[in-house]
């Protein structure tokens, strides 16, 4: 009880410098917290809309996927004739045939798309009375032929849709116009998908291209007929195969499906948590340290009086446990304030997620108050045992006196030890011949190094502060000696205050050098191999129609057509592989230039021929004339004879086994063959500006492909390698920011530890203006020594992240000097930003008060 007394003394009378500690536990444990409430709620969200939409049993063609869409870009079916086998199974109540696609495009008069920003389905269909079990027409009524539709309310309202007018539908099939004739609102909150609705005929004419067929059937179960015993009866009185799923096993199917994309945004979000937490735990140790310190005289009389060296520690370690607990319930209430303002930023993006479904499981606050006060009792454990070891006779000492001056001769052969064990794990990755290989001794090198580099920064602390001051603050003279002579006091304390900053900073680097790399190696193989000077595609399969639209374009030397085919190979071997083939034109040789190993690459168009990368050759032993059986889905099974082997130390179309169209329409039938998944083009000599021009005009009426030239690709990829390490940088902001209270808590306590050096200093005529520059210079010297770390270390993650690149192809490693720069004169400003509260407080010391202080 006494201990928990002192402890409580203690908390409360330093609560002031407990309070930036007590903020980085704050923002980590809301990160956390915030990241469990975001997906839990969008997971609710989703659960809710499967639960609604799933009927008691559906029955769906074998080869059906939620997931996916066939390579012909017609979704299976089945014959209409089934739905009365399934109707006169025992326990059916009703059922009826559903038409269903997502492989469309939908398009206003104006051609502007009407599907969704945020990647979410536009799914077109029949209207059915399992959807009212989800929807209701809140306006007009349901489509009754085929120039009627209906839309959703979120479309409708997003795009500002009102009956009567026209919209175009975009599949496979062809397009067709129809006009809105109802409006359907969702009872539960809809994600994001846009939904169209036609009658029955209408949809299985225009999306399945036929009659008399349907992509599934919703069955109702009779009253006392469990599903599962539904399931059984239809499975009874069906002939054939198919998939049938109660609503529970559909359900989880698509629960599944998201909860894989879900996973990722949840363990990458809780990833750059941990990095903040990670940060956070410098600066708890430095305020305990830092503590521990300034009440050496208090401890010692402590001791003196009676307190054993485990009560000492104790007081330590439950102070710790309070600034945990106060933190970390702080943090779980403003990370659900996070996942709201989350789900606010989804909506605004396109993403309907509604604070109804809000979810905050019981394991999300306890999970959060656990980790905090976990990390924060562990990070003040050090500054605890030091505290325990104080003698009794440090009672005759100052208070402040630092308990070490430099780091230990132990301490720093292990961090030596470490960080060589990181250097030649990142030399090993960076020799490595495979990548799988690489990845490995990478992750150990990037963790070793980080960890050496923590435990050496108090070593290095000397060296790169006096020639980062002799460079900036000797200029300033006897200030900037001083603001230099303070960094270096306490090396373990610059070195863990600058190390905060270090990890932030080593993964911006690292990222940037990556992104760089991959822009500038991207770049470099499409100025060296595509030969095309047009490249269309879109976030689907190019349709017949924008493929003619496109082959008619005037201006073009040559259209070049490009298809993914399902089909699986056996080797000369015995082996199989599954991965496919890709029918192009002949064409397609000019468009990109591959390098062959083997044979030549014009060959392989030639009849019934085929080219295959050099690590499957490589694999299976094969050699230009052997003959491969490749069995095509949907069509025969065709010999062909290996006529060129492709190198595979490229970017572009690795892997890729090619034959021509003409093969492929030898051996699959017309109605199974593929869209182009992408197209070429060459403008005729001379003609490139105006061939431009006159191919985007006849793709206009399909919005959803992109007609790019060169430069527009390469700027395209730069563009979405940026927005990705925007996305990133703005995650590891966080860590940043609680860096930066940890510079702004060291110098705060500096301060506080100095109070009666200060004085005197102003007392033999030290201005308060030269008193707050040398704070700053000192804030200063603590950022740009964690910068120049971290920068360092991150330039050689990336380095060698390069390396493992360049076994896919990526060759070109580029160090964006601009970034590195601009982070590295950032990091001194926000030195000066993290030292204006302690300077200002330092400037504000009364004189006498300061050389009265104990």
């Known amino acids: 009880m006494t201990v928990l007394k002192t402890s409580m003394r203690n908390f409360f009378a330093h609560k002031g410098r407990m309070a930036l500690s007590a903020v980085a536990v704050l923002l980590s444990v809301a990160f956390v917290c915030g990241t469990l409430v975001f997906t839990d709620t969008m997971n609710t969200t989703f659960d809710k809309l499967f639960a609604t939409t799933a009927s008691d049993v559906t029955v769906s063609p074998k080869e059906a996927k939620s997931d996916d869409t066939p390579q012909n870009g017609k979704p299976e079916s089945l014959p209409a004739s089934l739905l009365e086998q399934v109707k006169q199974a025992e326990g059916v109540k009703s059922a009826e045939g559903v038409v269903g696609s997502s492989a469309v495009t939908v398009v206003d008069s104006d051609n502007k798309n009407m599907g969704s920003s945020n990647g979410a389905p536009t799914i077109a269909g029949n209207w059915t009375q399992n959807d009212l079990r989800s929807m209701e027409i809140t306006s007009g009524h349901a489509p009754r032929g085929p120039t009627e539709l209906m839309v959703d309310a979120d479309t409708a309202d997003k795009h500002d849709l009102k009956l009567g007018d026209e919209l175009r539908t975009i599949s496979v099939a062809g397009d067709f116009t129809a006009k809105i004739v109802g409006v359907a609102t969702f009872k539960v909150t809809n994600?994001?998908?846009?939904?169209?609705?036609?009658?029955?005929?209408?949809?299985?004419?225009?999306?399945?291209?036929?009659?008399?067929?349907?992509?599934?059937?919703?069955?109702?179960?009779?009253?006392?007929?469990?599903?599962?015993?539904?399931?059984?009866?239809?499975?009874?009185?069906?002939?054939?195969?198919?998939?049938?799923?109660?609503?529970?096993?559909?359900?989880?199917?698509?629960?599944?499906?998201?909860?894989?994309?879900?996973?990722?945004?949840?363990?990458?979000?809780?990833?750059?948590?941990?990095?903040?937490?990670?940060?956070?735990?410098?600066?708890?140790?430095?305020?305990?340290?830092?503590?521990?310190?300034?009440?050496?005289?208090?401890?010692?009389?402590?001791?003196?009086?009676?307190?054993?060296?485990?009560?000492?520690?104790?007081?330590?370690?439950?102070?710790?446990?309070?600034?945990?607990?106060?933190?970390?319930?702080?943090?779980?209430?403003?990370?659900?304030?996070?996942?709201?303002?989350?789900?606010?930023?989804?909506?605004?993006?396109?993403?309907?997620?509604?604070?109804?479904?809000?979810?905050?499981?019981?394991?999300?606050?306890?999970?959060?108050?656990?980790?905090?006060?976990?990390?924060?009792?562990?990070?003040?454990?050090?500054?605890?045992?030091?505290?325990?070891?104080?003698?009794?006779?440090?009672?005759?000492?100052?208070?402040?006196?630092?308990?070490?001056?430099?780091?230990?001769?132990?301490?720093?052969?292990?961090?030596?030890?470490?960080?060589?064990?990181?250097?030649?794990?990142?030399?090993?990755?960076?020799?490595?011949?495979?990548?799988?290989?690489?990845?490995?001794?990478?992750?150990?090198?990037?963790?070793?190094?980080?960890?050496?580099?923590?435990?050496?920064?108090?070593?290095?602390?000397?060296?790169?502060?006096?020639?980062?001051?002799?460079?900036?603050?000797?200029?300033?003279?006897?200030?900037?000696?001083?603001?230099?002579?303070?960094?270096?006091?306490?090396?373990?304390?610059?070195?863990?205050?600058?190390?905060?900053?270090?990890?932030?900073?080593?993964?911006?680097?690292?990222?940037?050098?990556?992104?760089?790399?991959?822009?500038?190696?991207?770049?470099?193989?499409?100025?060296?191999?595509?030969?095309?000077?047009?490249?269309?595609?879109?976030?689907?399969?190019i349709v017949p129609q924008a493929q003619k639209a496109m082959e008619q374009s005037p201006g073009l030397a040559h259209v070049t057509s490009y298809k993914e085919l399902n089909a699986t190979l056996t080797s000369p071997d015995g082996k199989t592989d599954d991965s496919g083939v890709t029918a192009a034109d002949p064409s397609y040789a000019e468009d990109l230039r591959r390098a062959t190993t083997a044979g030549t690459l014009t060959a392989a168009y030639g009849k019934d021929a085929m080219s295959v990368g050099s690590d499957y050759a490589k694999a299976h032993g094969v050699k230009v004339g052997d003959t491969i059986d490749v069995a095509f889905k949907g069509g025969e099974t065709a010999k062909l004879k290996v006529a060129a082997i492709t190198s595979d130390d490229s970017a572009l179309d690795q892997g890729a086994r090619y034959i021509s169209i003409e093969t492929m329409r030898k051996y699959v039938p017309a109605d199974q063959i593929p869209p182009n998944t992408i197209m070429f083009a060459k403008a005729k000599e001379g003609q490139t500006e105006q061939a431009y021009a006159a191919l985007k005009k006849a793709l206009d009426k399909y919005p959803t492909y992109q007609v790019r030239d060169q430069t527009d690709y390469k700027q395209e990829l730069k563009d979405q390698v940026g927005q990705l390490l925007n996305m990133v940088y703005g995650l590891l902001a966080l860590a940043i920011i609680v860096a930066v209270l940890g510079v702004v808590n060291t110098l705060a306590l500096s301060v506080v530890e100095r109070t009666r050096e200060i004085g005197l200093m102003r007392a033999i005529g030290l201005s308060r203006r030269q008193l707050r520059r040398m704070i700053r210079m000192e804030s200063v010297v603590i950022a740009l020594f964690g910068a120049l770390l971290g920068l360092g270390l991150g330039m050689g993650w990336g380095a060698t992240a390069q390396k493992l690149l360049a076994l896919e192809g990526l060759n070109v490693l580029e160090i964006p000097w601009p970034t590195i720069i601009g982070v590295f004169i950032g990091s001194a400003f926000v030195g000066l930003f993290a030292a204006l509260i302690p300077a200002f407080r330092a400037g504000r010391m009364n004189v006498l008060a300061a050389i009265a202080t104990e």
């Open 191 to 541: 994600p994001g998908a846009s939904i169209v609705f036609f009658d029955t005929a209408t949809a299985q004419r225009e999306l399945l291209g036929t009659t008399g067929r349907f992509t599934q059937f919703n069955v109702v179960a009779a009253a006392g007929v469990s599903d599962t015993q539904l399931k059984q009866n239809v499975a009874q009185a069906l002939d054939g195969t198919f998939k049938l799923q109660t609503a529970k096993e559909n359900a989880d199917e698509n629960r599944k499906d998201v909860g894989q994309f879900m996973n990722v945004i949840k363990y990458a979000m809780l990833g750059f948590a941990g990095i903040a937490f990670l940060v956070g735990i410098f600066l708890i140790i430095n305020t305990f340290s830092m503590l521990v310190a300034q009440r050496t005289r208090e401890i010692g009389l402590m001791r003196a009086v009676g307190s054993s060296r485990g009560q000492v520690n104790r007081s330590v370690l439950v102070e710790a446990t309070l600034l945990g607990v106060v933190g970390s319930i702080l943090g779980v209430g403003a990370g659900v304030g996070i996942a709201i303002g989350l789900m606010k930023l989804m909506s605004a993006a396109g993403m309907n997620l509604s604070t109804d479904d809000l979810t905050i499981k019981a394991t999300t606050p306890v999970a959060g108050v656990l980790l905090g006060v976990v990390v924060t009792v562990l990070a003040a454990y050090l500054p605890a045992r030091r505290a325990g070891k104080v003698s009794p006779m440090a009672a005759l000492r100052d208070a402040g006196t630092p308990a070490d001056g430099r780091a230990g001769l132990v301490r720093g052969l292990i961090g030596l030890v470490l960080t060589g064990a990181g250097g030649f794990a990142l030399y090993a990755a960076g020799t490595a011949d495979k990548a799988s290989d690489g990845s490995l001794m990478l992750g150990a090198g990037v963790v070793l190094s980080l960890i050496g580099f923590v435990i050496i920064g108090p070593l290095l602390a000397g060296g790169v502060v006096r020639v980062i001051s002799a460079v900036l603050l000797r200029p300033f003279g006897p200030v900037g000696r001083m603001a230099e002579r303070n960094a270096l006091r306490n090396p373990r304390r610059t070195g863990a205050t600058g190390a905060a900053l270090m990890i932030g900073l080593a993964l911006v680097a690292c990222l940037s050098v990556v992104g760089s790399s991959m822009v500038a190696s991207a770049t470099s193989e499409l100025d060296k191999s595509v030969g095309a000077d047009f490249i269309v595609q879109g976030n689907q399969r």
